[in-house]
């Protein structure tokens, strides 16, 4: 059974570009979250995916975007990248997008802007 | 609102020692907490979790009981081993609901970096 899976692995960018990442959630998992984990800090919430649609959005701006496909998997877009956005990306499933639910984290994507 | 607070690391142990990493919450209503585990270069792994008071999550030798009045879930194990050097983030998943459907979102602490010398 595939965990959750993340492409790419590594990312160099320059500052105003554009980037996608995309995620695959676990097997028999609806919900996707993203997170952003800066270095030496614990993960911070993006946004979460259930039904398509963005259900919830932590304290990040219009820049950050994302988007859920109908087989569940998950982009995440950023625009006109600033150096501060330098981090590792983390992306989440869950069988349900409720509290209680486990969320399995895929390896990241490791984003540096340069 | 939500956050999640972790004792100051580094915690630098034998092996075989006692092991305590603190952490405290404050959440609205009722969260289920976690601990979580990444490894270097690792993306993170669910260790243990509990979803109601004085329920204890345990896994692998680890072991947190949610404490609502002390508003606590300090992970413990009893004899630590070298493969378990690590950083550990404890985190909460609060109920926020739309539409009639609830949803969670987890609030991570800053993360205990553990290191274990043979």
């Known amino acids: 059974d595939a965990g959750v899976t993340q492409s790419p692995t590594h990312l160099i960018k320059t500052r105003g570009q554009q980037v996608t990442l995309r995620c695959s959630p676990k097997s028999g998992h609806d919900t996707v979250s993203w997170y952003q984990q800066a270095l030496g800090q614990g993960p911070q919430f993006i946004f979460q995916y259930y039904e398509e649609e963005e259900r919830q959005r932590g304290n990040f701006p219009d820049r950050f975007s994302g988007h859920q496909f109908p087989n569940y998997s998950s982009e995440l877009n950023v625009n006109a990248l600033l150096l501060g956005d330098s981090a590792l990306y983390l992306c989440?499933?869950?069988?349900?997008?409720?509290?209680?639910?486990?969320?399995?984290f895929g390896p990241g994507t490791r984003l540096t802007v340069t | 609102g939500n956050s999640v607070t972790q004792m100051e690391g580094p915690v630098t142990l034998s092996e075989e020692a006692f092991l305590t990493i603190n952490c405290t919450y404050t959440a609205t209503g009722y969260p289920s907490l976690f601990w979580y585990v990444q490894y270097p270069g690792e993306g993170l792994q669910l260790l243990l979790k509990a979803t109601k008071a004085d329920d204890k999550g345990s896994n692998k030798g680890f072991e947190a009981t949610y404490r609502k009045e002390t508003t606590s879930f300090h992970l413990e194990k009893g004899s630590v081993q070298v493969s378990d050097s690590a950083v550990y983030f404890c985190?909460?998943?609060?109920?926020?609901?739309?539409?009639?459907?609830?949803?969670?979102?987890?609030?991570f602490g800053q993360g205990t970096i553990l290191t274990v010398h043979p």
């Open positions: 989440a499933s869950s069988l349900r997008p409720g509290p209680s639910y486990e969320q399995y």
């Open positions: 985190a909460l998943s609060a109920i926020a609901n739309a539409g009639g459907t609830s949803y969670g979102k987890l609030t």
